[in-house]
């Protein structure tokens, strides 16, 4: 290994690291973040060669989105595996974790959206990537990422709306006639 060659991947690191470990963070339990990283790490090693130099972010993320797609679709089969396995021979008792969630209206209502829009909403507002650097990590033109943010805004804004005018549902089963419950 050149000296060169672990300069240059320093620099990249230094510069990407930190944001890496917050964008894999931010999508998936933190033993898996870890995982994402440190695959992403080896393919920017493995391809020091293709990171464009000035947009070494948006390249890096690009990098982190499909590690953590691979890691998604290996806890897909994994899950797919354990509930064949459940079936076979259940277990006596299984606890759903749930995750913190710091805004839970805001994640119900990203929920109901596409996932495409889902990730191109994170990449704009929680990684503060302009829609060029979002266009580098999707494959796609600056152009399509506006027009689709643009889109996804609006989905999004009418999801919220709609949940936010639902009324809540009644609490008990009986119906109020002044003041008296009846049967």
């Given amino acids: 290994m050149s000296q060169t060659r672990r300069a240059c991947f320093e620099r990249v690191i ?3 690291g930190e944001p890496l470990r917050q964008y894999a963070a931010r999508r998936t339990d933190a033993e898996t973040a870890q995982d ?3 695959d992403a790490f080896l393919v920017i090693w493995r391809r020091l060669d293709d990171v464009p130099v000035g947009a070494e972010l948006p390249w890096c993320y690009a990098v982190a989105r499909n590690c953590l797609a691979n890691a998604e679709r290996s806890a897909r089969r994994q899950r797919g595996l354990l509930t064949r396995i459940a079936r076979m021979d259940p277990p006596p008792q299984v606890e759903a974790a749930v995750p ?3 805004d839970p209206a805001l994640h119900r209502a990203l929920a109901q959206l596409p996932a495409d829009d889902r990730e191109l909403l994170r990449l704009w507002a929680w990684e503060d990537l302009a829609p060029a650097e979002i266009a580098v990590v999707l494959h796609t033109t600056s152009n399509a990422v506006s027009i689709r943010l643009h889109r996804a805004k609006k989905r999004l804004a009418d999801v ?3 949940t936010s005018t639902r009324k809540p549902p009644p609490t008990s089963g009986h119906k109020q006639v002044q003041g008296r419950s009846s049967p």
Wanted: charged fraction near 25%; charge should be negative; glycine fraction near 0%.
């Fill in 14 to 16: 230094e510069a990407v």
């Fill in 36 to 38: 994402v990283v440190a």
């Fill in 100 to 102: 913190d969630a710091p």
């Fill in 160 to 162: 919220l709306a709609e």
